[in-house]
Structure formats: structure tokens, C-alpha cells
T-cell receptor
Framework: GDKVKQSPSALSLQEGTNSALRCNFS?????VQWFLQNPRGSLINLFY???GTKENGRLKSAFDSKESYSTLHIRDAQLEDSGTYFC????????????FGKGTKLSVKS | EAAVTQSPRSKVAVTGGKVTLSCHQT?????MYWYRQDTGHGLRLIHY???????EKGDIPDGYKASRPSQENFSLILELASLSQTAVYFC?????????FGPGTRLTVL
């Protein structure tokens, strides 16, 4: 099965609303990264997380290594938040290798 | 933020031909990675390197070779391109933590 499972696979939001994306891990993740692939195809690194929480503007992410999951919260969604969000986990001793989930496709509508 | 560039940005190759994809980074990162992305999927690691003149196999190395002649440059080589290698290829670099991605190379094998 998938080592990194993302949910939901797709999501449609109205501008100004909030949402949460989730990743569950079946590997012993030690760090997590979240990326946004924008409609042009570029991959933008949003967060690098050790266990704990980080916030950046309207985005907030948490990583719980004991319960093997991570979340990405989007507050006050904007049109430019549209794209596909990927989480990726590094397992201990993996030499900085990442295992990616299959992504959550987010569409923000006005 | 690391600057990672890739060339070519797109390429059409014939089955059985040799293809070389190039990646260049300008931030003195030790780690470099090659991933492939297939439509509707996350990224999968092909090869990576943590020091010049040395490469390591990732999760899907079959049919690919890699070369790291210097800290700045990392190439992916398809000796005998096949139809199944049609994909978008991304290069990334890091210092062992946050990964920064290049713009991608769209490869079509006919």
C-alpha cells in the first residue's frame, strides 16, 4: 500500500473559506515537507517540519510523528491557492530521501 | 532560496535513443535528486547524490543512470529510452533538509 496517503484527493473551496488537508504515514517519518504545485507545474516548498507546528501567513502545518500524520490548514482561501498540494516524508536514516503522497488537488472559486 | 535550473525544458525522443537531462544548482547544496512525475501521481525518486562523483539508487532506478561530475551539476541518463519513460522529470537540491525543485523537463518518448 501507499506509504504516504493524502486526503482528500480533490477539494473545491469558495474564496474566503477554510480547509484542512491531511497526510497519514505508514513509514516512521522523522520530518515532513509540504509542497504546492501551481497550475504552471512549479513545485514550491511551503513547509519543512520536525514534530510540531509551523505557521506562515494563512497557512499552518502540524506534524505528529507518534500518531504518524501531518496536516496543512488553509485559512481564508484565495484564488492563487489553487493547485496540487503534496506532502512528503523522510524516514529516519534515509539519507534525506523523501517519499511523496499522490497529492490533493485544490480548486478555489470566486 | 536555492536556484535550480534544468535543461532542456522539454524533449521528444525516439524509442531506443539516448537521452540526457541536466540539472544545475547554484547554492552549494550537497544533496541533489532526480524524480519523475506521471500524470495524476506524486513524485518518485530515481537517483540521488550527496557528494560529487557519487550517486545512489532511489526507489525506481531501473532504466536510468545518473552522473554527478561536480557539486553543481547532476545529470540523468536514459541509455535506451522507452515509451514508459514518458513523464515530467524534476531535479531538486538540499542541504539535507528543505528540498528546492527545478522547473521540470517534459520528456516524450515516441
Amino acid at each position: 500500500g501507499d506509504k504516504v496517503k493524502q486526503s482528500p484527493s480533490a477539494l473545491s473551496l469558495q474564496e474566503g473559506t477554510n480547509s484542512a488537508l491531511r497526510c497519514n504515514f505508514s513509514i516512521a517519518a522523522t520530518t515532513v515537507q509540504w509542497f504546492l504545485q501551481n497550475p504552471r507545474g512549479s513545485l514550491i516548498n511551503l513547509f519543512y517540519l520536525v514534530p510540531g507546528t509551523k505557521e506562515n501567513g494563512r497557512l499552518k502545518s502540524a506534524f505528529d510523528s507518534k500518531e504518524s500524520y501531518s496536516t496543512l490548514h488553509i485559512r481564508d482561501a484565495q484564488l492563487e491557492d489553487s493547485g496540487t498540494y503534496f506532502c512528503a516524508a523522510e524516514a529516519g536514516g534515509s539519507n534525506a530521501k523523501l517519499t511523496f503522497g499522490k497529492g490533493t488537488k485544490l480548486s478555489v472559486k470566486s | 532560496e536555492a536556484a535550480v535550473t534544468q535543461s532542456p525544458r522539454s524533449k521528444v525522443a525516439v524509442t531506443g535513443g539516448k537521452v540526457t537531462l541536466s540539472c544545475h544548482q547554484t547554492n552549494n547544496h550537497d544533496y541533489m535528486y532526480w524524480y519523475r512525475q506521471d500524470t495524476g501521481h506524486g513524485l518518485r525518486l530515481i537517483h540521488y547524490s550527496y557528494v560529487a562523483d557519487s550517486t545512489e539508487k532511489g526507489d525506481i532506478p531501473d532504466g536510468y543512470k545518473a552522473s554527478r561530475p561536480s557539486q553543481e551539476n547532476f545529470s540523468l541518463i536514459l541509455e535506451l529510452a522507452s515509451l514508459s519513460q514518458t513523464a515530467v522529470y524534476f531535479c531538486a537540491s538540499s542541504e539535507g533538509d528543505r528540498q528546492y525543485f527545478g522547473p521540470g523537463t517534459r520528456l516524450t518518448v515516441l
